[in-house]
């Protein structure tokens, strides 16, 4: 993978990690993630001047990405019910590059063989890190894995449509800040419809949370859309998910959380794939 591509997408993956890590505002995740993706939105407005509206074919990628970002929320919300973050987090981002690497062949985008041994390592670890390194009492169970399994496919479908839609569109970064206030809006509408228009005053109070939020998504996800135009998406898919060990590290380094040997090791095996990621 070209080194500039590889230093933005790991870039990517810190600054997910990072909002991640951040954002612990005390309300719901679903409600949490409509209010990123509602700060996102309004970080994205005032740059939409200077860029084009997209492209007429670039659009029904748009609107497909929106509609599985909202199944994303919906989904992740409901794993959580099940699980801790630990295995849920893990499950979803690790099973959504084979999910993306699979569907891309129908796109023409292929990988060769080493491309593919470093892809099945880094996930290797994270799956590693959802079964053997969460929280003692956590065990894995057929809600948690059904909800966290139906948040990949929502992750491999909009990483795929939106690779696809910024490549016919021709220009990345306008399609990726078209994207965010697609689905601002769309967020906004359904909390709206959802809990009535007075779920604002309820929120109004995190708005700096999320509005950083929003700009770290926003910054994370347009990089990540401008690396899949440079790069086979499945590798950049893959490579994006180390914000797993991003997460891990901030969890260990500054919220003093225990890094017990398993996930040591589930570290080490995500170090190596994202090294022979970077040799493939």
């Known amino acids: 993978m070209d080194s500039t591509v590889f230093v933005l997408v790991l870039a990517a993956a810190a600054l997910h990690a990072g909002w991640n890590a951040l954002l612990k505002i005390g309300l719901d995740r679903y409600l949490t993630a409509s209010l990123i993706q509602i700060g996102a939105a309004c970080v994205a407005l005032p740059a939409l001047p200077f860029f084009s509206l997209p492209q007429p074919v670039a659009w029904p990628f748009i609107a497909f990405s ?14 959580y019910q ?10 979803a981002r690790g099973s959504s590059p084979l ?3 699979l569907l891309a062949l129908l796109a023409g985008d292929l990988l060769q063989p080493a491309q593919w041994a470093a892809l099945l390592v880094l996930v290797a670890g994270i799956w590693l890190m959802a079964w053997r ?12 894995l059904l909800n966290a399994l139906a948040t990949a496919a929502c992750i491999a479908g909009y990483t795929l449509a939106d690779a696809l839609g910024a490549r016919s569109n021709g220009d990345a970064i306008g399609y990726a800040l078209w994207l965010f206030v697609v689905n601002g809006l769309v967020a ?7 809990s009535g228009p007075r779920i604002f005053l309820r929120l109004g109070p995190h708005w700096r949370g999320g509005l950083g939020g929003g700009a770290m998504s926003m910054l994370a ?14 590798m950049v898919s893959a490579l994006r998910e180390s914000s797993v060990l991003f997460a891990l590290l901030i969890g260990w380094l500054l919220l003093k959380e225990p890094m017990p040997p398993m996930r040591l090791l589930a570290c080490a095996v995500i170090a190596l794939g994202v090294v022979l990621l970077k040799l493939a």
């Open 188 to 194: 906004t509408l359904l909390i709206t419809l959802r």
């Open 99 to 101: 999910l993306v690497a």
């Open 133 to 144: 390194g969460g929280h003692a009492h956590a065990s894995l169970n057929g809600p948690l």
């Open 221 to 234: 996800y347009s990089l990540v859309i401008w690396a899949t135009t440079q790069a086979p998406v499945a």
């Open 66 to 79: 929106a509609l599985l970002h909202v199944g994303y929320n919906l989904f992740l919300s409901r794993a």
């Open 82 to 91: 099940h699980g801790d973050l630990s295995q849920v987090y893990p499950i």
